[in-house]
């Protein structure tokens, strides 16, 4: 990779969609810097050159900016997890606003007429319910650093979920006592708390090892006071329950998909019910269904049906908590949004609701298909602003009108930001 000179300080103006710090160089290129906050004055050293701009992941503080302040994790600015920690939680929920704002107008040329409202998590620090440390050869168990494969080691994590703080301490503990049992035979340790149930830890073996043997046994052993432990998915099977706030459940197969923060996610599926019934939808498709998380909410409304998730595994948890729940208005569907789309296209012309959760990518082949089927009301989530501008424009362009835009703070101390946009067809 080209590596372009250093140099003079830079004063960071913005931040931009991926969460750097944005600036101009002398000779004009743009600049972004991983970490940076709006007026930092900062040093480069090293610019990694790409076309038409530099980017680093490396900077020296000269001046921070008024709104930096102390991060509560010591080791924030070394970890990849939290990238804006610097930042008052009031103003990462401004930022973020200022985010999707820019992403809709420079991507799809959409200008809202006020910044959408964020709505807060509420709870800033201790929201994750899943966490992925990483345990290299020598037994040190950590996170990744900031862009890089690096381990920055971790005893606790102030953003995972309360009940993951006993296990995060445990392994920070045996990765000093047991450090050769965990290094040689492990690669990484997935934590996850089940809301309304227990907390799994699955140890993930290096490639070609089937850890086993009296060390083995001594670590799982200990781990086990603290979370129902598996070795090698070897607690993979079965389906969880994951209780939700409206009495309802759903279920979940081992290391399947759910969002990492249960209030704000309880907080979105309740603004997409409220809004389905104020617009009086009857009928809705959920696109990109996963477990279920807005299909079930939306049938236990009392709304019918059609959900569609190309995990296999997904896709049959989904019809088992429906069944399970006496849901018989759903039908749902395993495969690929586009490809099955055409299918469905007499069955749900005029479908009154048309939710699509897609991953980061976006949905751009089904918007087409989508528009053809003429749903009376469109709701998209997205976890990235840009993606989601792109596929707003294809809508608008489609003939739909943008009504609504919202946003909610997933993912606190972070860039990232859940984006809930509604469209109507425009009227002509
Ligand atoms: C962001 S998740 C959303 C899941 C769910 N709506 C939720 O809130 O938990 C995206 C989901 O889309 C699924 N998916 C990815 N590509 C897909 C495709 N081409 N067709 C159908 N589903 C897809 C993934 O398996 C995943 O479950």
Redesign the pocket.
Known sequence: MPVAPAAPPLTIEKLVPGGAGFARLPDGRSAFVDGALPGDRVSVDAWIGKKGYVEASKFRLETAGPERVAPPCPIAEACGGCNWMALPYGAQLGYKAALVVEALERTARIKLAEPPEVVSAGEPLAYRLRVRLHVDERGHVGFFGRRTQELVEVSECLVAAPELRAPIAALGALAVTERSTLGGHFAAVDLRAVPGGEVELELEPRADMEPSGAPVDALVKALSAHAHVGVGGGRRGGLRRYELPDGGFLRVPGGG???VNWAVNGALVAAVVAAARKRGARSFLDL????G??TVPLARAGLRGVA????RT?AAALREALREQSLAGVEVLAG???GTLPRLSRKLRGVELVLL???RSGAKSAVMPLAALAPKNVAYVA?DPVTLARDLRGFLDAGFALEEVRCFDMFPQTHHVETLAWLRPARR
């Open positions: 998909f759910t969002q990109y269904a996963g477990v998380n807005f569609v998730e190309l995990e997904a690929d949004v586009a959760d897609p991953p976890c």
